[in-house]
C-alpha cells in the first residue's frame, strides 16, 4: 500500500537525498500553458468569461457572481449550532495566535538629528482565495481573512467556486463562515479564473464587480497555483501551494495506530497527497504498515486515500538514527512536520525546515488543521527551505522613514560624496552638496 525508501547504512550528498526522496510529482508549469488564456480572457472580458467559465469547469452558470448580502446572512441562519460553536472557537485561537505576529514600528537614531524609523503598513486590498474541489474549506476563510483582518487590511475579498447544488453560489457553511467574520464580499468564482479577477479585478454591465487586489492568499489546485505564478508581480502572492504533505519522524516509543491515523488524515485531501513516515524503528514501519491496511479500509475516503498513499510521493523512510532522520526532514520541508519521539521537543527546536511542526503524540495535524490557532495555509513541495505559512506579516509592508537634520548630513556630506565619485555618479553627491551652497 505504500513504498519503502531504506537510507540505512548510506551516507548521501544533500543533492542525493533531495532524489530519493518521495515528492508529489505536480508540474506547474505544464499548468501555465492552459491557464494564460483563462488570465487573458478574464482581464479583457471580465463578467462574461467569469461566468463562461464556471459553466465548463464546475458544471453551474452563477447567475450571482458577487454573493448577494442576504444570501451571506442566510447562511449563518441556518447554520449548524454545533458547526457553528466549533467555527468561533477556532476564530478565537486563530485571532489570538495572529494578533501576537503584529510586527512593532521602531526607530534608530544614528547620530543626533539622524533617524531612521521602520513602520509596517497594511496593504489596501486582499483577495482570499478558498478551495471548493473534492472538498470545501470552512477553516481556510478562517485562516486567510483572521490573518488579514488582524494585520490591519482594509478591503476584503473572499472568493469560493460556485456550487451546483447551492443553486451556483459557494458552499453554505463557507458563506456562513464569512458572516461570522463579518466578511461582506465575497464571490462565486473558481480556480484561476477566481486568481484573475482579484489581480485583475472585473467589471459587470459597464459597472465594477471586483477592484483589482494588491496581493492573493490561499491554497487550491495546480491550476490555482500556475495562475498565481503567472500574476506574480502584478500582484503578490503567498506561495504555489500544491498538493497536502505530511512527513512524521517518529521513533520507537511512537504509537503506530496514531502514526498510521494521521498519515491517512493528509492522504484524504487528495490522490496527490503526501504522507510520509521517517523512522529509525523497523518495528514501527512493519506495525504501521499492518494498521494502514484496517484504516484505510474502513475510512470513508477509501479510494482517495489508497491512491494517494500508493503514489511516489508517499513512502515509510528508514533511517540509521534521529540524526539521519533530521537530515531526511530537513532536506524534505514537509508542510506539516510531526515529531513522535522520546524527546520530541528538543528534536523539534532542532528542525530548520517545516511548514509547521507538531511535537509530540497529542498534538495531530488535524489540530493544526483546525483549532491549535496556529494558520494551516503553509508551503508545500520543499518551498518551507525559504518560505512562511501565511499569517498577518503576509498582509503588511515594511516602510522605512528616514529623517535627517541639518547638522546629521553636514557630518557625513563628504564621505558621501566620495562614495558617489567611487561609483562614477557624481550627481548624486552633488545633490548633497547642493543643500550646503551659499
Known sequence: MISRTDLRGRTLSRRELLAALPRAEVDVEAASASVAPILEDVRQRGAEAL???????????????????????AAVEVLDPQVREALEETI????????AQRPEDFTVELATGARVRQRWIPVRRVGLYVPGGLAVYPSSVVMNVVAAQ???????????????????????????????????EVFAVGGAQAVAMLAFGADEDGEVLCEPVDVVTGPGNVFVA?????????????????PTEIAILADATADPEHVAADLVSQAEHDPLAAS???????????AVDRA??????????????????????????????????????????????????????????????????????????????YMAGSNHVLPTGGCAHFAS?????????????????????????????????????PAHGEAVRARFEA
Do not use: W
Request: hydrophobic residues 45%; aromatic residues 4%; contains cysteine.
Open 226 to 242: 500556475a495562475a498565481k505564478r503567472l500574476v506574480r508581480g502584478v500582484v503578490g502572492i503567498d506561495a504555489e501551494a500544491g
Open 389 to 425: 505559512g501565511l499569517g498577518v506579516h503576509s498582509f503588511v509592508k515594511a516602510v522605512q522613514v528616514i529623517e535627517y537634520e541639518r547638522e546629521a548630513l553636514a557630518e557625513i556630506a563628504e564621505r558621501i560624496v566620495t562614495f558617489a565619485n567611487a561609483e562614477d555618479l
Open 150 to 184: 488582524e494585520a490591519g487590511v482594509g478591503s476584503l475579498a473572499v472568493t469560493s467556486p460556485p456550487q451546483k447544488d447551492n443553486g451556483g453560489l459557494p458552499d453554505p457553511v463557507v458563506l456562513a463562515t464569512c458572516a461570522l467574520l463579518g466578511v461582506e
Open 92 to 99: 478565537r485561537r486563530v485571532r489570538t495566535v495572529h494578533a
Open 292 to 369: 494502514l491496511v484496517e484504516r484505510v479500509g474502513s475510512t470513508k475516503h477509501s479510494q482517495r486515500v489508497r491512491e494517494a498513499l500508493a503514489g511516489p510521493q508517499s513512502a515509510i523512510v528508514l533511517v540509521d538514527d534521529m540524526e539521519q532522520g533530521l537530515a531526511v526532514v530537513d532536506a524534505y520541508a514537509a508542510e506539516h512536520l510531526e515529531i513522535q519521539t522520546a524527546g520530541a521537543a528538543a528534536l523539534a527546536d532542532r528542525v530548520s525546515a517545516a511548514g509547521a511542526i507538531f511535537v509530540g503524540p497529542f498534538s495531530p495535524v488535524s489540530l493544526g488543521d
Open 51 to 73: 461566468r463562461e467559465l464556471a459553466e465548463r469547469f464546475d458544471g453551474v452558470r452563477p447567475e450571482h457572481l458577487r454573493v448577494p448580502a442576504e444570501a451571506i446572512a
Open 276 to 286: 510520509v513516515l521517517v523512522t529509525d524503528s523497523l518495528e514501527l514501519a512493519d
